[in-house]
């Protein structure tokens, strides 16, 4: 899935991370729309997955992610997959279609 990294909203976050968590949170947030859901909830397959030692993904789990039943969610993440995905559908019916409604 394609996505615009939102500074706005994640850059001050980033900027009080150290350096190993910044990459992390940055991986994470890519491996989100990748995955277009939660990450995986297995240690040994999000380390796989994010690249990095488990001491610079454990402080960024517990700082902006929950325990879900299917992974690890962030809620403003899965709200921009679940607007993208809608947008998605919408291209691909208006496709089907012959494109983008004429304007009258």
Do not use: T
């Amino acid at each position: 899935m394609n996505y615009v990294f939102n500074l706005d909203a994640w850059g001050p976050m980033l900027a009080e991370l150290p350096d190993a968590e910044d990459l992390a949170l940055r991986r994470m947030i890519d491996a989100y729309f990748e995955r277009e859901g939660p990450l995986p909830r297995d240690r040994h397959q999000l380390q796989a997955l994010i690249r990095l030692d488990w001491d610079c993904i454990a402080p960024v789990l517990e700082e902006f992610f929950d325990v879900g039943e299917h992974g690890y969610v962030q809620v403003d993440l899965q709200e921009e997959v679940e607007r993208l995905q809608r947008r998605r559908r919408i291209a691909a019916s208006n496709g089907s279609r012959g494109g983008r409604p004429k304007r009258l």
